[in-house]
Structure formats: structure tokens, C-alpha cells
Nanobody, 128 residues
Framework: QLQLVQSGGGSVQPGGSLRLSCAAS????????IGWFRQAPGKEREGVSC????????HYADSVKGRYTVSKDNDNDTVYLQMNSLTPEDTAVYYC?????????????????????WGQGTQVTVSS
């Protein structure tokens, strides 16, 4: 079965850190850029980060730039999202997606329609 399996997430206090993982099962990530998206209650899903399959180029939404880091383990077809300095505004369900293009030049923070595979989502809650 071809799928993305997410792990990580949970609850953390403001200022804390979490790391999300996104592992491909049944296929390789060699040809897919991987996007990270999030959806807060009552809000549209938004893109927060992307990593290219071709050259590892990354992209970050302004809201997370300098706090989040996306990385990829090519040997294990796994992508990570390290989230630091978390605030309550980061609370959301986070999804990874294998995108239908290999490079993040085509990634748009407000477009979640270019995913071939989605992870199952994981809750991130930032609260004191």
C-alpha cells in the first residue's frame, strides 16, 4: 500500500519544540517534493514548508521562517519537520504530502491541491 506515515507531534508549552516525521511506505520520495501543511480549527489548510527532491531546496512560509526546519533522510525515504519556539498560533493538525512536482519552486502556501499522497495528520498543541 502506498502511503505516507506520520509520527511525532503532541502537546508542548509555548517556546517548546517538537519534531514531526513523515515516512514513505511502498514508494520512494526520490521524485516528489514533500510539503508540510497545517490546519487550525476553523481555518483553511495552509502550507508551511517544502523540500525539493531534486536538490534539497527548501521553502518556508513567513509565519514559520527561522523557527521550523525541514530535512530529508534519503536512505530511509523520511522527511522531518523540526519546530522550535512554538507559539499557540502554531496549534493545528499537521499533514505531510508528496507533491506532484519535484521542486519547491512550484509550491504555494495557499494551494493544497497538488498532493499525490497525504499523511494521516498529527495534532500539535501549544498551550501553557
Amino acid at each position: 500500500q502506498l502511503q505516507l506515515v506520520q509520527s511525532g507531534g503532541g502537546s508542548v508549552q509555548p517556546g517548546g519544540s517538537l519534531r514531526l516525521s513523515c515516512a514513505a511506505s511502498g514508494f520512494t520520495l526520490d521524485y516528489y517534493a514533500i510539503g508540510w501543511f497545517r490546519q487550525a480549527p476553523g481555518k483553511e489548510r495552509e502550507g508551511v514548508s517544502c523540500i525539493s527532491s531534486t536538490d534539497g531546496t527548501t521553502h518556508y512560509a513567513d509565519s514559520v521562517k527561522g523557527r521550523y526546519t525541514v530535512s530529508k533522510d534519503n536512505d530511509n525515504d523520511t522527511v522531518y519537520l523540526q519546530m522550535n519556539s512554538l507559539t499557540p498560533e502554531d496549534t493545528a493538525v499537521y499533514y505531510c504530502a508528496a507533491l506532484t512536482f519535484p521542486h519547491c519552486d512550484y509550491f504555494s502556501d495557499d494551494d493544497d491541491t497538488s498532493a499525490e499522497y497525504w499523511g494521516q495528520g498529527t495534532q500539535v498543541t501549544v498551550s501553557s
